[in-house]
């Protein structure tokens, strides 16, 4: 960092690096993190347990073991093998994405006073999120909604073609179909990572704050991407670290005959599985504000970049 570069808060307020990013999100959290935990573990709590209920309803891969003992299986064999996970995985990630939008709108408003290097109250964060609530949760139900409706496209011709006779030939295509889709999806959910922030800073309503994301991303989708999957990558490492002896423990419990370390030809005991949300949503709440901080901080950034933000931060934070 140069030493003209002023840093009143967690980060010097000029365009970041990914590092300075990543690191100035675990600063937020380090030093404000009596404000978030409680809402955090709530989050971390709904996810895992969402994510528990998915696991025993779609655990038992027999099918799987059927499909390896099966040489000569159709397209339409191995999507009905591999539709209790695709399910699962995908139900768990609309419920992630829905907890993600609600962390990610909390962290903006303290990201944005620990920049200047300020404080929020318990009772400011509150009136804040309280402020936007309705937004925010049209918001969280809308870009799930978004997923489901762009990978559904994708999958649809095959589908149709799969109900009117060609089972296998539908099956292949809305499998190829789903998977483009997801790319799709991926794209567009890149442009619309920062509404968020959009919408608690900037006080617009949810398709305003969309357009917005769009506009401060188009141009650096790949540089978004890159910070994200960073701190995607950090805290995956830091959950499962968190998680690995709650993992342990509940197969202690469980017998050592759990589905979720060993054994894959039966249903998850409730015991291992509730002793693993209870390691993941400790993880959850520890490293949900770090990727949700660096949404913010890369919003910040984005506007620092293309609007010259830093000048009025910089006087802002000369003000007091």
Same mark, same amino acid.
């Given at each position: 960092?140069?030493?003209?570069?002023?840093?009143?808060?967690?980060?010097?307020?000029?365009?970041?690096?990914?590092?300075?990013?990543?690191?100035?999100?675990?600063?937020?959290?380090?030093?404000?993190?009596?404000?978030?935990?409680?809402?955090?573990?709530?989050?971390?709590?709904?996810?895992?347990?969402?994510?528990?209920?998915?696991?025993?309803?779609?655990?038992?891969?027999?099918?799987?073991?059927?499909?390896?003992?099966?040489?000569?299986?159709?397209?339409?064999?191995?999507?009905?093998?591999?539709?209790?996970?695709?399910?699962?995985?995908?139900?768990?990630?609309?419920?992630?994405?829905?907890?993600?939008?609600?962390?990610?709108?909390?962290?903006?408003?303290?990201?944005?006073?620990?920049?200047?290097?300020?404080?929020?109250?318990?009772?400011?964060?509150?009136?804040?999120?309280?402020?936007?609530?309705?937004?925010?949760?049209?918001?969280?139900?809308?870009?799930?909604?978004?997923?489901? !409706? /762009?990978?559904?496209?994708? $999958? =649809?011709? @095959?589908?149709?073609?799969? *109900? +009117? #006779?060609?089972?296998? %030939? &539908?099956?292949?295509?809305?499998?190829?179909?789903?998977?483009?889709?997801?790319?799709?999806?991926?794209?567009?959910?890149?442009?619309?990572?920062?509404?968020?922030?959009?919408?608690?800073?900037?006080?617009?309503?949810?398709?305003?704050?969309?357009?917005?994301?769009?506009?401060?991303?188009?141009?650096?989708?790949?540089?978004?991407?890159?910070?994200?999957?960073?701190?995607?990558? !950090? /805290?995956?490492?830091?959950? $499962? =670290?968190? @998680?690995?002896?709650?993992? *342990? +423990? #509940?197969?202690?419990? %469980? &017998?050592?005959?759990?589905?979720?370390?060993?054994?894959?030809?039966?249903?998850?005991?409730?015991?291992?599985?509730?002793?693993?949300?209870?390691?993941?949503?400790?993880?959850?709440?520890?490293?949900?504000?770090?990727?949700?901080?660096?949404?913010?901080?890369?919003?910040?950034?984005?506007?620092?970049?293309?609007?010259?933000?830093?000048?009025?931060?910089?006087?802002?934070?000369?003000?007091?």
């Amino acid at each position: 960092m140069r030493a003209a570069d002023p840093k009143p808060g967690v980060v010097p307020l000029r365009p970041l690096g990914a590092g300075e990013i990543l690191s100035g999100s675990i600063d937020t959290l380090r030093l404000h993190w009596r404000k978030v935990i409680g809402y955090t573990v709530v989050v971390g709590a709904v996810v895992e347990a969402a994510s528990a209920l998915l696991q025993h309803r779609f655990s038992d891969t027999s099918s799987l073991n059927d499909l390896e003992n099966n040489p000569d299986a159709s397209a339409s064999d191995i999507i009905h093998a591999l539709g209790g996970s695709l399910a699962a995985s995908g139900l768990t990630l609309l419920v992630t994405m829905f907890a993600s939008v609600i962390a990610t709108a909390l962290m903006a408003t303290v990201v944005s006073r620990a920049v200047l290097g300020r404080q929020i109250s318990a009772s400011e964060l509150r009136r804040d999120i309280r402020g936007r609530l309705p937004q925010l949760l049209g918001l969280a139900v809308l870009l799930p909604l978004i997923t489901c !409706v /762009v990978v559904g496209v994708g $999958a =649809l011709p @095959g589908v149709l073609i799969a *109900l +009117v #006779g060609a089972k296998d %030939a &539908g099956s292949a295509l809305a499998l190829l179909g789903g998977i483009g889709g997801a790319v799709v999806m991926m794209w567009i959910f890149i442009q619309l990572s920062l509404t968020s922030p959009a919408l608690m800073l900037e006080g617009q309503g949810v398709l305003a704050s969309m357009k917005r994301s769009w506009k401060l991303v188009s141009g650096f989708w790949w540089r978004i991407l890159g910070v994200q999957l960073l701190a995607l990558l !950090v /805290v995956t490492l830091a959950t $499962a =670290l968190i @998680g690995l002896p709650f993992m *342990l +423990v #509940g197969d202690a419990v %469980a &017998g050592g005959s759990s589905s979720g370390l060993f054994d894959t030809s039966t249903t998850s005991s409730w015991s291992y599985l509730v002793i693993v949300a209870v390691g993941g949503t400790i993880g959850t709440a520890l490293t949900l504000p770090i990727t949700a901080g660096c949404t913010t901080l890369l919003y910040l950034d984005q506007r620092i970049r293309r609007e010259s933000l830093d000048i009025e931060l910089i006087r802002a934070a000369r003000e007091g």
